[in-house]
T-cell receptor, first 111, second 118 residues
Framework: SQQGEEDPQALSIQEGENATMNCSYK?????LQWYRQNSGRGLVHLIL?????REKHSGRLRVTLDTSKKSSSLLITASRAADTASYFC???????????FGSGTRLSIRP | GAVVSQHPSRVICKSGTSVKIECRSL??????MFWYRQFPKKSLMLMAT?????????EQGVEKDKFLINHASLTLSTLTVTSAHPEDSSFYIC??????????????FGPGTRLTVT
């Protein structure tokens, strides 16, 4: 299967702490994206990083990409209760083509 | 901009009947649409990719005769689950992309349709 693996599968942290999620994939990619999904809802696109980029920031989000290790990480700083959701990485392989989702990390923020 | 809608949001049907789910791009032309299936607490599994005016490309293991996909216009794709059975109960999500996207490769996701087959 092309599906990437994410770890941890579940993460529970205290509000205000940082949350780090990791994604590993198997074949060479064109880009990698991170999405958030609240329970039973649609997906929200968070950030896209291209294969020639190593790090990207967006607000409290920081994404890294290591193509030599075929891995990416998503860091959420100063977590808030509203960050409670499932987070998925998705790998893209060419322009306007399909993307393949990772297994996801369920993040819970304790107040 | 770049809003994708799905209809219905929830549907309950009896075993053996067929159900149609619509996916619409509201403010852009979707040259490509994707259909995903998601089981509870699991990831999204790509079912098929459809380009306007041509036959859908199904992922390995997805029955094309059971999950009929039609992409008749640049703003509408439909997924029909034929002769539905309880094991078809799932959350179905569509997404759309356009060759005119500000960011190449970007997909816009619909809110999903929860199908329950009794």
């Amino acid at each position: 299967s092309q599906q990437g693996e994410e770890d941890p599968q579940a993460l529970s942290i205290q509000e205000g702490e940082n949350a780090t999620m990791n994604c590993s994939y198997k074949t060479s990619i064109n880009n990698l994206q991170w999405y958030r999904q609240n329970s039973g809802r649609g997906l929200v696109h968070l950030i896209l990083i291209r294969s020639n980029e190593r790090e990207k920031h967006s607000g409290r989000l920081r994404v890294t990409l290591d193509t030599s290790k075929k891995s990416s990480s998503l860091l959420i700083t100063a977590s808030r209760a509203a960050d409670t959701a499932s987070y998925f990485c998705a790998t893209g392989y060419s322009s306007a083509s399909k993307i393949i989702f990772g297994s996801g990390t369920r993040l819970s923020i304790r107040p | 901009g770049a809003v994708v809608s799905q209809h219905p949001s929830r549907v309950i049907c009896k075993s053996g009947t067929s159900v149609k789910i619509e996916c619409r791009s509201l403010d852009f032309q979707a040259t490509t649409m994707f259909w995903y299936r998601q089981f509870p607490k699991k990831s999204l599994m790509l079912m098929a990719t459809s380009n306007e005016g041509s036959k859908a490309t199904y992922e390995q293991g997805v029955e094309k005769d059971k999950f009929l996909i039609n992409h008749a216009s640049l703003t509408l794709s439909t997924l029909t689950v034929t002769s539905a059975h309880p094991e078809d109960s799932s959350f179905y999500i569509c997404s759309a992309s356009t060759s005119g996207s500000r960011i190449a490769y970007e997909q816009y996701f619909g809110p999903g349709t929860r199908l329950t087959v009794t």
